[in-house]
């Protein structure tokens, strides 16, 4: 048995979509971008979707957006993938890190507070593999201060915080269409969602080269815009994007039931009435990560880990920034404990049952007593 941590979708509704694209549409900001923009504003009840051909591009541009400029910071996560950070930095900002809760891996409302000064221009949470952060803190913190909440919700398209999509709360959310997400685009892209109108027209903008009008440019833009194609195919996935979720939902509850009696690891988190997570990944912990994914793929069940290197401790990061091991105790521990197991809306109830099979098995294996 083989079985993939992710799988893409694809049928022969996203296949005449591109055909119908390619014969009918510019390939450059062709009617199915519009239209796709126009949908996901609606799904996720905001005012504005601008896409971008980038998850990275759409945090760029919506931190500049929202006045992130050369010497103001913006707290973010260390735990998380390198682009949260490194839209910072192209935004002219300098990423400031909080460390993270353990038991969400979302950033800790209480970190962020402890470091908080006037060059504080933005907040940047991210739901991090599904889940919502603790947004009613986060934004309180940043009212207080004055400054912007831009949400990376690159891993969590129609996760539920207290009622609302995660990405439609702060000042502005960004999303990723990269192939992992739980609905893609076929490639690169991503959008920013806001309720904001100049927000809105400052990213119209910079994806498309400052433009004003046709040959009229009033800012130092960008080529940055979602392809035609790309967008045809978002919008079929959209279209399936909820009942996704819910198969994943499903997925990782049977997954619970199944490794709960297992006092090795710790279970990822869960919702409650108040939050709802759509399991981009669904992430275990054990102190023996390692171990465990290596006796997995030996038994053809593909893993993942995110992230064995939190940003702070990447190479570019520690010669910018002087970081080093110690400075956000929780992210360290998780980089080294967690571990993605196979989830997407495709796996069948027997491959559920053989992944937590097999991790029955490596933790029975290694409790049996030595015969030395």
């Known amino acids: 048995m083989r079985i993939r941590l992710v799988k893409q979708f694809m049928d022969e509704e996203i296949v005449e979509a591109v055909i119908q694209a390619l014969q009918n549409e510019k390939a450059v900001m062709g009617e199915s971008v519009f239209k796709f923009e126009e949908e996901l504003a609606r799904y996720f009840g905001v005012k504005y979707a601008v896409t971008t051909n980038s998850g990275t591009h759409a945090l760029q541009f919506a931190l500049m957006a929202v006045g992130v400029k050369a010497g103001k ?12 950070a490194n839209s910072v930095i192209h935004a002219g900002g300098i990423p400031v890190f909080a460390d993270v809760r353990e038991d969400t891996y979302n950033l800790d409302p209480n970190k962020i507070s402890e470091i908080l000064d006037e060059d504080v221009s933005a907040i940047l949470p991210v ?4 889940y919502p952060a603790d947004m009613d803190e986060i934004c309180s913190i940043a009212e207080d201060l004055g400054s912007a909440v831009v949400e990376d919700a690159c891993q969590a398209h129609g996760a539920i915080y207290k009622g609302r999509k995660v990405g439609g709360i702060g000042d502005a959310g960004c999303l990723s269409f990269y192939p ?152 360290e521990k998780l980089s080294k404990t967690c571990l993605s197991i196979p989830i997407h809306p495709f796996l069948k109830n027997d491959e559920i049952k053989y992944v937590s099979e097999k991790i029955h098995e490596f933790f029975d294996k290694i409790a049996e007593p030595s015969d030395r």
């Open 180 to 331: 992992t997400k739980n609905m893609s685009v076929f490639g690169d892209g991503g959008a920013v969602l806001t309720n904001d109108d100049e927000i809105a027209e400052t990213v119209r903008k910079l994806r498309d080269c400052g433009r004003r009008s046709r040959y009229v440019h009033d800012m130092i833009g960008y080529t940055a815009r979602l392809n035609t194609i790309n967008a045809a195919i978002g919008r079929i996935q959209l279209r399936h994007l909820d009942e996704w979720n819910e198969r994943r939902r499903r997925i990782a509850e049977r997954y619970d039931e199944l490794l709960s009696d297992i006092d090795e690891i710790i279970l990822p988190p869960h919702g409650d009435h108040g939050i709802k997570p759509v399991y981009h990944l669904y992430t275990i912990r054990t102190e023996r990560r390692d171990a465990l994914k290596k006796w997995l793929e030996e038994s053809g069940i593909e893993c993942g880990v995110y992230y064995p290197l939190p940003i702070h401790l990447q190479p570019i990061y520690r010669k910018l920034f002087n970081y080093h091991e110690g400075s956000y105790p929780v992210s």
């Open 73 to 84: 910071k913006v707290v973010t996560t260390p735990y998380s993938f390198i682009a949260t």
């Open 127 to 130: 739901h991090l593999f599904g």
